[in-house]
């Protein structure tokens, strides 16, 4: 499976962006795909998931109430949609495919796509 994620770019806070991730390679029936993130001189946190059909996601605290994880699997393709950005979302994302769930966990997704840098300005 290849992932390559993209949208990323700089924003004023209150901002919105969405960043996309394609998914090539082998189709699953289970797992899901999540968003990851990594601040400098932070270890790589969770930002949300989805499930492969689309029916169930989950998000970490910090971003539930302004993120929308969503996907279009005509287009092999995951979103994640960013608002009211805030300068501590400023981060490399990252995309990831996990072919048995859809926890908050990296080390449980196998496939890891390229960050996207999120820098967020004040």
């Known amino acids: 499976v290849q992932l390559q994620a993209s949208g990323g770019g700089l924003v004023q806070a209150g901002g919105s962006l969405r960043l996309s991730c394609a998914a090539s390679?082998?189709?699953?029936?289970?797992?899901?795909m999540g968003w990851f993130r990594q601040a400098p001189g932070n270890e790589r946190e969770f930002v949300a998931s989805?499930?492969?059909?689309?029916?169930?996601?989950g998000y970490a605290d910090s971003v539930a109430d302004r993120f929308t994880i969503s996907r279009d699997n005509a287009k092999n393709t995951v979103y994640l949609h960013m608002n009211s950005l805030k300068p501590e979302d400023t981060a490399v994302y990252y995309c990831?495919?996990?072919?048995?769930?859809?926890?908050?966990?990296?080390?449980?997704?196998?496939?890891w796509g390229q960050g996207t840098q999120v820098t967020v300005s004040s």
């Open positions: 989805i499930s492969w059909s689309g029916a169930n996601t």
């Open positions: 990831a495919a996990d072919l048995e769930g859809l926890g908050p966990f990296a080390d449980e997704y196998e496939f």
């Open positions: 390679g082998r189709a699953f029936s289970s797992g899901g």
